[in-house]
């Protein structure tokens, strides 16, 4: 059976991908991450990951300590559905010019700016504000942040893969990881830090909170963002795909909202579904399992000053080795063999936490399987992003690589909606159990998929 053709710009990502004629020297492979390419991915990676934290933990970190209750916090998590359904507007990122943005700078480097420049205004507006004294601006400011932040994730997704070939999306991915979660320890642990910095004497009443610190902590934040938006403008933008012509607006809208989806079913019929079942089940032993970590962590007599340390620093430092490494082995072995390597580890480092379980409170131990699991991550994450980009048309990168990561989440995030009603029942060990048995469809579909391929 013959291999459907796709993303022929970046090259075929069939046997020959994982066979090439000449494999590059150790030398050739490292130097790869020394190229300008990687390193803007890197700065632009931290732009990516610094909104995250700061609409999500951070925020309801600081909600809590001004008062608001925990059942209003919950609900305002829903900020974060943005990143979800991202999706619904990445055609338009694709496809739409920005009037005095487009003309000057291309279609990525134009969406990126203006993305970049609607995350600073949110942010600047949450630190102007004080959810104790009125909660519904600052709201707004992170709704801001959080539509930034998904349109920023849709353009840099399709300038990453339209800035090099295939053979270096494994690096830039590397690299786009890197910058990310560096971005993720400042806008969590750097922020946490500044903000209690920033603060006063306590006051004679006794009163802890002080808006102005956390204030201070968001505007620091939000001129971080800065780095991401010069990084841009001294960026080139991307050799420009020709676009086929519309003249009718229903035919734009087809090409815009329809084709995108239309032509990955076209290359790939039948093997789509393989496909797309893969993309939605792959990180399914992850995020299942990290929904119930930190209780996990707390009712083993872990300290909030040593879960910090391990797994916020420690475990994002262990993730970016194992973003490295992934980067290395796919360029070395090729990427669905490192995806492979990745499914394996990833689901089998779940294990270790129910092993975790019966040491009792054992900082030691805990660094152990945090090193195992975020290594295990890095490296499967590396390979996921490569494939996933892999799979994309240069016509529609934006729109498909939008629809790719927001259906990995989509099974997983609502089997993760039972996980606390499961420990409950069954507890933490036959949960962390059960989490790498969910890894097991994952590998059949890797197998159906990699056989495909040979066909």
Same mark, same amino acid.
């Given at each position: 059976?013959?291999?459907?053709?796709?993303?022929?710009? !970046?090259?075929?990502?069939?046997?020959?991908?994982?066979?090439?004629?000449?494999?590059?020297?150790?030398?050739?492979?490292?130097?790869?991450?020394?190229?300008?390419?990687?390193?803007?991915? &890197?700065?632009?990676?931290?732009?990516?990951?610094?909104?995250?934290?700061?609409?999500?933990?951070?925020?309801?970190?600081? &909600?809590?300590?001004?008062?608001?209750?925990?059942?209003?916090?919950?609900?305002?998590?829903?900020?974060?559905?943005?990143?979800? *359904?991202?999706? %619904?507007?990445?055609?338009?990122?694709?496809?739409?010019?920005?009037?005095?943005?487009?003309?000057?700078?291309?279609?990525?480097?134009?969406?990126?700016?203006?993305?970049?420049?609607?995350?600073?205004?949110?942010?600047?507006?949450?630190?102007?504000?004080?959810?104790?004294?009125?909660?519904?601006?600052?709201?707004?400011?992170?709704?801001?942040?959080?539509?930034?932040?998904?349109?920023?994730?849709?353009? !840099?997704?399709?300038?990453?893969?339209?800035?090099?070939?295939?053979? @270096?999306?494994?690096?830039?991915?590397?690299? =786009?990881?890197?910058?990310?979660?560096?971005?993720?320890?400042?806008?969590?642990?750097?922020?946490?830090?500044?903000?209690?910095?920033?603060?006063?004497?306590?006051?004679?009443?006794?009163?802890?909170?002080?808006?102005?610190?956390?204030?201070?902590?968001?505007?620091?934040?939000?001129?971080?963002?800065?780095?991401?938006?010069?990084?841009?403008?001294?960026?080139?933008?991307?050799?420009?795909?020709?676009?086929?012509?519309?003249?009718?607006?229903?035919?734009?809208? @087809?090409?815009?909202?329809?084709?995108?989806?239309?032509?990955?079913?076209?290359?790939?019929?039948?093997?789509?579904?393989?496909?797309?079942? !893969?993309?939605?089940?792959?990180?399914?032993?992850?995020?299942?399992?990290?929904?119930?970590?930190?209780?996990?962590?707390?009712?083993?007599?872990?300290?909030?000053?040593?879960?910090?340390?391990?797994?916020?620093?420690?475990?994002?430092?262990?993730?970016?080795?194992?973003?490295?490494?992934?980067?290395?082995?796919?360029?070395?072995?090729?990427?669905?063999?490192?995806?492979?390597?990745?499914?394996?580890?990833?689901?089998?480092?779940?294990?270790?936490?129910?092993?975790?379980?019966?040491?009792?409170?054992?900082?030691?131990? %805990?660094? *152990?399987?945090?090193?195992?699991?975020?290594?295990?991550?890095?490296?499967?994450?590396?390979?996921?992003?490569? =494939?996933?980009?892999?799979?994309?048309?240069?016509?529609?990168?934006?729109?498909?690589?939008?629809?790719?990561?927001?259906?990995?989440?989509?099974?997983?995030? *609502?089997?993760?909606?039972?996980?606390?009603?499961?420990?409950?029942?069954?507890? =933490?060990?036959?949960? *962390?159990?059960?989490?790498?048995?969910?890894?097991?469809?994952?590998?059949?579909?890797?197998?159906?998929?990699?056989?495909?391929? @040979?066909?």
């Amino acid at each position: 059976m013959s291999q459907p053709t796709h993303n022929t710009a !970046l090259g075929s990502n069939g046997p020959a991908a994982d066979a090439v004629s000449r494999r590059p020297s150790w030398g050739d492979t490292l130097r790869v991450y020394l190229e300008p390419p990687t390193l803007r991915m &890197l700065l632009l990676g931290f732009s990516a990951g610094l909104p995250l934290l700061l609409v999500l933990g951070t925020l309801s970190f600081w &909600l809590r300590e001004a008062g608001v209750d925990r059942t209003t916090i919950g609900y305002l998590s829903w900020v974060g559905l943005a990143y979800g *359904f991202k999706w %619904l507007w990445a055609p338009l990122v694709d496809r739409l010019p920005i009037p005095l943005l487009t003309g000057p700078l291309g279609r990525r480097r134009g969406w990126l700016l203006l993305a970049q420049a609607m995350v600073i205004a949110g942010l600047v507006g949450m630190a102007l504000n004080d959810p104790r004294e009125a909660l519904i601006p600052l709201v707004w400011c992170a709704l801001l942040v959080a539509f930034g932040s998904a349109t920023q994730d849709i353009a !840099l997704d399709a300038y990453r893969i339209e800035s090099a070939g295939t053979e @270096r999306q494994a690096a830039l991915a590397a690299a =786009y990881q890197t910058g990310y979660r560096l971005a993720l320890i400042w806008a969590g642990a750097g922020a946490l830090w500044i903000a209690a910095r920033a603060e006063l004497a306590p006051a004679a009443d006794g009163i802890a909170y002080q808006a102005g610190a956390w204030q201070t902590a968001y505007g620091v934040m939000a001129a971080s963002m800065l780095l991401g938006m010069v990084t841009v403008l001294l960026s080139p933008e991307p050799a420009r795909v020709v676009l086929p012509k519309t003249r009718h607006p229903a035919e734009w809208l @087809r090409s815009v909202l329809v084709e995108p989806f239309a032509d990955f079913l076209r290359r790939y019929r039948w093997q789509a579904v393989l496909m797309l079942a !893969l993309i939605g089940t792959y990180r399914i032993s992850d995020v299942v399992m990290g929904i119930m970590a930190n209780p996990f962590y707390v009712d083993m007599g872990y300290t909030k000053d040593e879960v910090a340390a391990v797994t916020k620093i420690y475990g994002v430092v262990m993730t970016l080795v194992g973003a490295f490494v992934g980067g290395v082995l796919a360029m070395r072995l090729g990427v669905f063999r490192v995806l492979s390597l990745g499914a394996v580890l990833s689901a089998g480092s779940n294990l270790l936490f129910a092993w975790l379980g019966g040491q009792g409170h054992d900082v030691t131990a %805990l660094v *152990f399987v945090i090193s195992a699991d975020n290594l295990s991550s890095g490296i499967a994450s590396a390979a996921f992003i490569a =494939y996933l980009s892999s799979l994309t048309n240069l016509q529609y990168s934006a729109t498909q690589y939008a629809l790719f990561t927001s259906m990995m989440l989509l099974l997983p995030k *609502f089997l993760a909606g039972y996980s606390g009603r499961f420990v409950d029942a069954f507890g =933490y060990g036959h949960f *962390f159990v059960c989490t790498a048995l969910l890894g097991l469809p994952v590998l059949l579909l890797l197998w159906l998929v990699a056989r495909q391929r @040979r066909d």
